[in-house]
């Protein structure tokens, strides 16, 4: 009895083995077919594609350097004198022409009108030789007459002709001293205008070292003002001796400062030191930048990007696209939904954008992404760039 329970048993139990088994034979199948669908129906892979396109494109120098002012003037007195008012602050913005500081006058005044003065008798001196000569004159013409009739002696007319000669020099004589007091009194006024002291330019006043009650000297001369404009700046930097040929006066340049991160001033090279520093081995060049905001200050940090040898609207495309192996470049070129790979000749870059010579023509469309590697005649699915 427990023999045939056994034996009933074990065949029950074989049973079960044998349906679970073939369900999971099934299943194996299942998922073998499944795979096969996939590796029969393969996903094309995706690219960005981007149209060629032309453009200015230029290869750039990088290079820092510091900001100064356009103009920039240390206003100092032409004479001596008082300081009897100051009319202008620090940070004061001035006009070129404004006063800036008042010299006392009175001593001038008082020389002013001695000159005056002295002008006034040497005119008067002058009429009086001028009156006496005339006189002469008339009287050695009349003598003249009367020694061709020897009426008069040659002694008198030799008397009255050397008075005549005389007078003629005298009046030389005052006609150049009524010069030297009128030089004088020119003089004289001129310096009653150099006590008025003004703005050379316009711009900023940026120091004053000088207040009202103080003497000025000009022996030695003293600043009395530290004057700017920073409507245009100018940028100084080096640069190394192999990028002197490379450089030329109205090169475009972007400046950037970490005051304004996200904003490029808009530069040109306006002076180029031709003299290459033996230490350095490095030249000088100056950068003009327009500031009618005055943004830049004096003394900021300028990183700069010059760009010489611009190429102008040259057939270019993403510096992407392009695949170098050794000398040659190739592009992915896109023929409906396929990548042909085709040679190319290219040109100057600014990695960004490479120029192109030859190889390609405008409008085509080449990757730009997801294309390295890939081999010749490519079946792709496009995302514009």
Not at 54 to 70: E, K, L, M, Q
Not at 316 to 333: C, E, I, L, N, Q
């Amino acid at each position: 009895m427990i023999k045939t329970r056994w034996i009933l048993a074990t065949l029950g139990l074989g049973f079960w083995l044998l349906v679970w088994g073939c369900d999971f034979l099934s299943t194996d199948e299942e998922k073998t077919v499944a795979a096969k669908k996939v590796a029969v129906h393969p996903v094309a892979p995706e690219v960005k594609v981007s149209a060629i396109k032309r453009a200015d494109i230029s290869v750039p120098i990088y290079t820092t350097g510091s900001v100064f002012p356009d103009r920039e003037s240390k206003v100092a007195a032409k004479i001596s004198g008082m300081v009897e008012k100051v009319f202008v602050e620090e940070g004061d913005q001035v006009a070129e022409g404004e006063l800036l500081v008042q010299l006392d006058q009175k001593d001038l005044l008082i020389t002013e009108r001695q000159c005056q003065a002295a002008v006034k008798v040497a005119e008067m001196q002058l009429k009086e030789a001028e009156l006496r000569v005339e006189n002469l004159r008339k009287e050695k013409n009349r003598l003249a007459s009367l020694l061709k009739k020897t009426v008069v002696s040659q002694q008198k007319y030799d008397e009255i002709d050397t008075a005549y000669s005389m007078a003629a020099m005298g009046l030389e004589v005052i006609r150049a001293q009524i010069l030297s007091t009128r030089e004088n009194l020119a003089m004289a006024r001129q310096k009653l205008r150099d006590t008025r002291i003004l703005a050379p330019f316009s711009g900023l006043i940026v120091e004053r070292f000088i207040n009202a009650g103080e003497y000025v000297s000009t022996m030695p001369p003293a600043p009395l003002f530290l004057l700017m404009n920073i409507d245009a700046v100018k940028t100084e930097m080096g640069l190394p001796e192999a990028d002197l040929s490379r450089v030329a006066l109205g090169d475009p340049v972007d400046i950037t400062v970490d005051a304004y991160t996200h904003h490029t001033f808009k530069g040109t090279v306006s002076n180029i030191n031709p003299t290459v520093d033996p230490l350095s081995r490095s030249f000088t060049l100056k950068v003009q930048i327009p500031n009618k905001e005055q943004r830049l200050k004096p003394g900021m940090f300028a990183r700069a990007t010059i760009y010489p040898e611009i190429h102008e609207h040259a057939m270019v495309v993403p510096f992407k696209a392009v695949v170098t192996s050794g000398d040659r470049a190739h592009v992915y070129v896109l023929e409906g939904d396929r990548l042909k790979l085709r040679k190319v000749t290219i040109g100057i870059s600014d990695e960004e954008l490479i120029e192109l010579i030859e190889g390609l023509a405008e409008g085509e469309v080449v990757a730009v992404d997801g294309h390295h590697g890939m081999p010749d005649d490519s079946k792709v699915r496009v995302l514009k760039e």
